[in-house]
């Protein structure tokens, strides 16, 4: 198992303690690092759950000379059902402009 593996296992089981749940890691879909002392690591990654199923999350552990520590861990933020509505374009009439006619001619 590579280190975003290792990592992730420590992260879930601290996400799982906080929270009262039974995820189980499943595989890393992506990781970055900072060195600062140690290595701090940012990765995302997937865990199944028997109640509720595959979840991605997203945390952030410190890996340093002595000790590991997850800072944070929580379910990844899932995008809103019809992400596109956001970029419709705005139809509303502007000073005398209308969709109709864009250039007010």
């Given at each position: 198992m590579n280190i975003l593996g290792a990592l992730s296992i420590q992260a879930i089981n601290y996400y799982n303690k906080l929270h009262g749940t039974n995820y189980v890691y499943d595989s890393a879909i992506m990781g970055n690092w900072q060195g600062c002392a140690g290595?701090?690591?940012?990765?995302?990654?997937?865990?199944?759950?028997?109640?509720?199923?595959?979840?991605?999350?997203?945390a952030i552990v410190f890996?340093?000379?002595?000790e590991m520590v997850v800072e944070q861990c929580t379910l990844k933020p899932k995008p809103p059902p019809d992400s596109s509505a956001s970029c419709k374009p705005d139809t509303q009439e502007v000073a005398g402009l209308s969709s109709s006619d864009p250039l007010g001619s």
């Open positions: 290595l701090l690591y940012r990765i995302t990654f997937r865990a199944i759950d028997t109640k509720e199923g595959l979840g991605e999350f997203q890996d340093g000379i002595r």
